[in-house]
């Protein structure tokens, strides 16, 4: 008996023909994998908690502002000494989005 010669070209063209009938199928089956490769990468990226040391780092970069005394108490004397300041000032506190 002789073997048959294997004929690379028509095996490969079988082989694509029988799995273009699953096309529509892988397709889906791609877009799920990168849909769920995407929520995985999103999940894990909102799930993350900052290191101690960016943290410090964050903390020591803030700026607190500070009112020097003088300042305060010169804003005190004038809110003391003035009726029109002080009606300012009390409207302010009453309602301090009005301009």
Do not use: W
Not at 74 to 96: C, G, I, K, M, Y
């Amino acid at each position: 008996m002789k073997k048959q010669p294997i004929n690379i070209k028509q095996t490969a063209l079988n082989t694509l023909e029988s799995a273009g009938r699953y096309r529509v199928i892988a397709f889906l089956v791609i877009i799920a994998a990168v849909y769920g490769y995407t929520l995985y990468g999103i999940n894990r990226l909102s799930s993350a908690q900052p290191s101690d040391t960016s943290v410090n780092s964050e903390v020591t970069a803030i700026h607190i502002p500070k009112i020097d005394k003088a300042v305060v108490k010169q804003l005190e004397d004038l809110r003391d000494n003035s009726v029109s300041v002080q009606t300012l000032f009390e409207q302010a506190r009453n309602n301090p989005f009005n301009e």
